[in-house]
Nanobody, 120 residues
Framework: QVQLVESGGGLVQPGGSLRLSCTAS????????MGWYRQAPGKQRELVAR???????NYADSVKGRFTISRDNAKNTVYLQMNSLKPEDTAVYYC??????????????WGQGTQVTVSS
């Protein structure tokens, strides 16, 4: 059983920063990729940023230059540093990981979500 546990959400003023973390645990052989998605009220879930085990990244256009994704492969952890936050960044942020387990099965896993609210 694989679990993703997120932390770091909260309330921040426009222009502020937050750092999200997500750690995967369980019967894990490898994880590729790891990423963050978000879902605002009334909108579809969208990709925010994704990173491969080799460090290749891609970002949504709306967050380029403001958000940075990174990962610690040894800790099975992915981070999302969010700077210059805007009210439109308000959403529930979900961690996502493509996991190969000890039996060599691949599956897509999601965290429970963490709320990020940008408001003055």
């Amino acid at each position: 059983q694989v679990q993703l546990v997120e932390s770091g959400g909260g309330l921040v003023q426009p222009g502020g920063s937050l750092r999200l973390s997500c750690t995967a645990s369980g019967s894990i052989a490898s994880i590729n990729p790891m990423g963050w998605y978000r879902q605002a009220p009334g909108k579809q879930r969208e990709l925010v940023a994704r990173i491969t085990s080799g460090g290749s990244t891609n970002y949504a256009d709306s967050v380029k230059g403001r958000f940075t994704i990174s990962r610690d492969n040894a800790k099975n952890t992915v981070y999302l540093q969010m700077n210059s936050l805007k009210p439109e960044d308000t959403a529930v942020y979900y961690c996502n990981a493509g996991v190969v387990d000890d039996m060599d099965w691949y599956d897509d896993h999601w965290g429970q979500g963490t709320q990020v609210t940008v408001s003055s």
